[in-house]
């Protein structure tokens, strides 16, 4: 049975995320959409996962660990990883390699850390939307080195999005799936020559506020790539 999902969510931990974008706001807001499942995917860190899937669980959600990093190109690009710990292993790396640019709240915004009843534990430093230092290819590779699955973030927007920098899709690397904000733009994209066919298109709601959750629900099916990361998370398992 597929699964009604929002794959692409910020928290309160992404400095362009609303404060009220809590984990225990999100999982409630999630179940009140009539989810079965959300994707956490906070720029460039994984601080806020723990609480989120603590959260989860007490609303009988299953919750898919992710990053949204940002490459040395200025390209986002969703990690979906198999475990929170994988997660929380792959922003350490990033956070070694981000450059020492101080997050100035009243310009940018927060980046709070939170338990799962939303108290504060921590205001991080440096600003997380900085590109990370790696490169497509390497931030990609160290993904999949930790089980977990790459997929290129709203190709079909003018900025930060792979084809907005590189023009059409790298043949390195290779990618199995895309997420779109407008999955009907992909007929034009494929008339243009800039992206090939095969490509499992995904969506998400990018939700930066408590009021976008659930605004592009995708339903993720057992033919989907990222179904071996899905099945059996959360309140039991997955049919």
């Known amino acids: 049975m597929p699964l009604r999902c929002d794959l692409h969510l910020h928290s309160c931990l ?25 994707a956490l995917t906070d720029h460039n860190a994984a601080e806020n996962l723990p609480a989120i899937q603590r959260a989860c669980d007490a609303y009988g959600l299953r919750l898919l660990p992710g990053i949204e990093m940002n490459t040395a190109e200025e390209i986002h690009l969703l990690c979906y990883l198999p ?14 390699r981000l450059p020492l640019v101080p ?37 990609a590779a160290r993904c999949r080195a ?17 084809l907005s920098v590189l023009g059409i899709m790298p043949e390195q ?45 995708h339903l993720l099916g057992e033919n989907s790539v990222l179904w071996p990361l899905v099945r059996g998370r959360g309140q039991g398992k997955i049919a």
Do not use: W
């Not at 089980?147 to 792979?162: F, T």
């Open 83 to 96: 475990t929170v710990d994988a997660a929380l292993s792959l922003s350490a790396e990033i956070r070694h």
């Open 173 to 217: 690397p290779v990618f199995e799936a895309v997420e779109l904000r407008d999955p009907q733009k992909m007929e034009g994209l494929l008339a243009a020559g800039r992206i090939a066919p095969g490509y499992e298109l995904l969506t998400g709601s990018d939700a930066h506020c408590l009021e976008e959750i659930a605004a592009r629900p």
């Open 103 to 139: 997050c100035e709240e009243k310009v940018f915004g927060t980046q709070i850390v939170m338990d799962e009843e939303d108290r504060e534990l921590e205001r991080v430093q440096p600003l997380l939307v900085s590109g990370c230092g790696m490169g497509l290819e390497e931030a």
């Open 14 to 38: 992404s400095p362009c995320g609303d404060d009220q974008m809590t984990p225990a706001n999100i999982a409630g807001f999630a179940k009140l959409a009539g989810l079965d499942l959300i």
């Open 146 to 162: 930790l089980g977990g699955i790459p997929v290129p973030a709203h190709i079909d927007r003018e900025s930060y999005s792979v």
